[in-house]
């Protein structure tokens, strides 16, 4: 699978940006996919998955009621809605697809990667 993540930017405390990862490559829907991000200086950090069927989400405690993952398989692609930014949501975004039939939190349990989008939120 070959993900490709735009939308990033820079934006405002309190403002939104909406962030896509669109697939190719196999069948989209045979995978979990997930948002992680990583700040400079920092680990990378789970931030958001969503199961193959789009049922079933996870986010991680600092972004939830603020962010919302969705996917479109028909459009084989992956959002990240992120409302209300905050300067510690400043991070690279990637996306990337796992293909285990929960909904996975570890970065080691995804096969794939995009390429990273950046967000920068300031004060």
């Known amino acids: 699978v070959q993900l490709q993540a735009s939308g990033g930017g820079l934006v405002q405390t309190g403002d939104s940006l909406r962030l896509s990862c669109a697939a190719s490559?196999?069948?989209?829907?045979?995978?979990?996919l997930g948002w992680f991000r990583q700040a400079p200086g920092k680990e990378r950090e789970f931030v958001a998955v969503?199961?193959?069927?789009?049922?079933?989400?996870n986010y991680v405690g600092s972004v939830k009621g603020r962010f919302t993952i969705s996917r479109d398989n028909a459009k084989n692609t992956v959002y990240l809605q992120m409302n209300s930014l905050k300067p510690e949501d400043t991070a690279l975004y990637y996306c990337a697809a796992s293909p285990l039939f929960s909904t996975p939190t570890m970065s080691k349990l995804f096969t794939y990667w995009g390429q990273g989008t950046l967000v920068t939120v300031s004060s």
């Open positions: 490559g196999r069948t989209f829907s045979n995978y979990a």
């Open positions: 969503i199961s193959r069927s789009g049922g079933t989400t």
